[in-house]
């Protein structure tokens, strides 16, 4: 969906490497979200965000942290990279009233 | 939490033919179950959705049924198009916390 947007779309790092993604939407959504998509597993949640004020831990919050610096970014870092984080990444919002969620593109991420 | 199981990971039909996809959940919380239809280099888009108060829902080709009592539910594509090959992925939801099926992926053969 073009309203929701990810930078950058690939990227190749080394162990260690501090990563940051991020994630920018105009559908004035309150909700948004972080999930990593691996092959056979499906798309996992990583955390979630229902305002500026809120952070939440999903399924697999381990080795990331988050950032919602306006309704409009959420950003996913990745303190210390480490190979088995090599994963398709994407973003989503959501609006309050609906459970629909839009999802971004997607960001490759491989770690070496 | 939640967990969701979805079958069969590969599926393959010929053009026209119908394609049934199977989702179960556990958590019988969960009130929104949605289907995803993920293309290459893209991310997943919403399809169809059913809520745990109705039991079958239409639209066009696609039809999903959920059987709370059994907690599955199933994605149903009709006059199947080469179009239609894609990951498809099914998934539960309570109070925003989606969980993901690990995907289906459907290949409609002309």
């Known amino acids: 969906d073009a309203d929701v947007t990810q930078t950058p779309r690939n990227r190749i790092t080394k162990t260690g490497k501090r990563i940051m993604l991020e994630c920018s939407q105009t559908?004035?959504?309150?909700?948004m979200y972080w999930y990593r998509q691996d092959p056979g597993l499906g798309l996992r949640l990583i955390y979630y965000?229902?305002?500026?004020?809120?952070?939440n831990k999903g399924e697999i919050s381990d080795g990331y942290s988050v950032s919602r610096q306006a309704q409009a970014k959420f950003s996913l870092s990745l303190e210390s990279a480490i190979p088995n984080q090599t994963a398709l990444y994407f973003c989503?919002?959501?609006?309050?009233?609906?459970?629909?969620?839009?999802f971004g593109p997607g960001t490759r991420l491989t770690v070496l | 939490g939640e967990n969701v199981e979805q079958h069969p990971s590969t599926l393959s039909v010929q053009e026209g033919d119908s394609a049934v996809i199977k989702c179960t959940y556990s958590?019988?919380?969960?009130?929104?179950f949605p289907w995803y239809k993920q293309e290459l280099g893209k991310g997943p888009q919403l399809i169809i959705d059913?809520?745990?108060?109705?039991g079958e829902k239409k639209d066009q080709r696609i039809a999903v049924t959920l059987n709370k009592t059994a907690k599955h539910f199933s994605l149903h594509i009709t006059e199947t198009q080469p179009e239609d090959s894609a990951v498809y992925f099914c998934?539960?939801?309570?109070?925003?916390?989606?969980?993901f099926g690990a995907g289906t992926r459907l290949t409609v053969k002309p």
């Open positions: 989503a919002t959501s609006d309050p009233g609906q459970n629909e969620q839009f």
């Open positions: 559908k004035g959504h309150d909700r």
């Open positions: 965000s229902f305002d500026v004020k809120d952070i």
């Open positions: 958590d019988s919380a969960s009130n929104y």
């Open positions: 059913i809520r745990s108060n109705v």
């Open positions: 998934a539960a939801s309570m109070m925003g916390d989606m969980r």
